[in-house]
């Protein structure tokens, strides 16, 4: 499915997407494998999350005891809050509870905790969820849901699209440990590319390439390709271009990448952009050279390289530097060229990205993360 689908949904904010079981469990296992302890003794927040059915609240509630959990927390929107409505009617879950108020029901969020065991089974599990309407519509930036990150250790979800960058900065302000699912292009955003530069945040494990599929509700427009529905009606689509971006360390993250000198890759490589030629492009307005395959970074060239964002997928801070990215200008003074309309009529496209000679013609790259050998 092409990005378009993703796109619209940030626009109009029609962007509930819900993440698959499976896709939970191969990241958190990631985590668990470099630190069986890491979740021990610790407060989960699944903010954004709808509990009742969300399979964010089902992994950390079937792996409470295995994990040691002290306590999760999940928050959902409150129906009328929402752009698009998952379930028009309450489930039989909360209709049935004593607490149910049909109004409450409509406008505001909910909240569940699992901490101990109500049942008396000798386990804590799902079957031990508490919960009860919040005095708000659910939303993350409000008072009371800010409360509740104030006291949690992790914050793990896959928050709205349109909101990524007011969420991570939610996040950031209360410097939390934190496992959340957005769009790969966040990596060029202000609030986001100065904490991967930094090391404060980096990609996932899991999700490197390829796409995923996602359960969205039943007013979603099944336009692009890749969308199913299931035998109970449910509707998938399949969205490009995600992946999960954390704070919490996996082994994946310190595997170096397999190198090939640079006159190897230039005999040898698979891409046809590369192989044959004399030499990589240098930029004309950065003192790099542009690399346009994460997998044809030279061994032996210690300059500054300019790579594609996806290299992040395979970024091993004992390996490499990263020095800045073209998407945000001359932030980190590694640009040595201004274009003016005097020298080109596509002077703006040229500032914003670096810039090479093509056919006796200068062109913008796609972004680039400006990167140099440890």
């Excluded at 930036?141 to 969420?167: G, H, M, Q, W, Y």
């Excluded at 009606?233 to 992946?243: A, E, L, N, Q, T």
């Excluded at 994460?294 to 300059?303: E, Q, R």
Aim: proline residues 5%.
């Amino acid at each position: 499915m092409a990005n378009t689908n993703l796109k619209e949904a940030k626009a109009a904010k029609n962007d509930e997407f819900y993440t698959q079981f499976h896709d939970i469990e191969i990241e958190m296992n990631a985590y668990l494998e470099y630190d069986p302890d890491v979740f021990r003794g610790k407060t989960v927040l699944l903010p954004c999350d709808d509990p009742e059915w969300s399979n964010f609240t089902r992994f950390f509630a079937a792996k409470f005891d295995e994990l040691g959990i002290k306590k999760l927390i999940s928050t959902s929107y409150a129906p009328d809050a929402k752009k698009m409505k998952l379930l028009a009617e309450p489930s039989l879950f909360e209709m049935e509870a004593p607490q149910f108020d049909p109004q409450k029901a409509q406008t505001k969020g909910k909240i569940f905790i699992l901490d101990k065991d109500i049942t008396n089974d000798g386990r804590v599990n799902i079957e031990d969820l508490q919960w009860e309407y919040l005095e708000g519509d659910g939303d993350f930036r409000s008072k009371e849901v800010t409360k509740l990150r104030d006291e949690a250790d992790f914050i793990i979800t896959n928050p709205p699209f349109s909101l990524f960058r007011e969420f991570l900065a939610w996040i950031m302000d209360a410097n939390k440990k934190f496992i959340i699912i957005g769009n790969m292009n966040a990596i060029t955003y202000k609030e986001a590319f100065p904490l991967i530069k930094d090391n404060k945040m980096w990609l996932g494990y899991s999700i490197h390439s390829g796409d995923r599929e996602f359960e969205v509700p039943n007013e979603y427009p099944l336009a692009a390709a890749g969308w199913r529905i299931d035998e109970n009606g449910r509707k998938f689509i399949r969205v490009k271009g995600v992946r999960w971006f954390t704070n919490i360390d996996h082994g994946r993250r310190h595997q170096p990448l397999a190198l090939m000198t640079m006159a190897d890759n230039l005999r040898f490589s698979k891409h046809k952009e590369l192989k044959g030629k004399t030499a990589y492009d240098h930029y004309d307005n950065y003192d790099a050279i542009e690399v346009p395959f994460t997998d044809a970074i030279p061994l032996d060239y210690d300059g500054v390289m300019g790579v594609p964002i996806s290299f992040l997928d395979k970024y091993c801070p004992e390996q490499f530097e990263i020095l800045g990215i073209t998407d945000r200008g001359n932030e980190w003074v590694l640009k040595t060229k201004e274009y003016t309309v005097f020298d080109t009529s596509n002077f703006a496209d040229l500032n914003r990205r670096g810039a090479i000679w093509s056919k006796g013609t200068l062109v913008s790259t796609y972004a680039r993360l400006l990167i140099k050998k440890l």
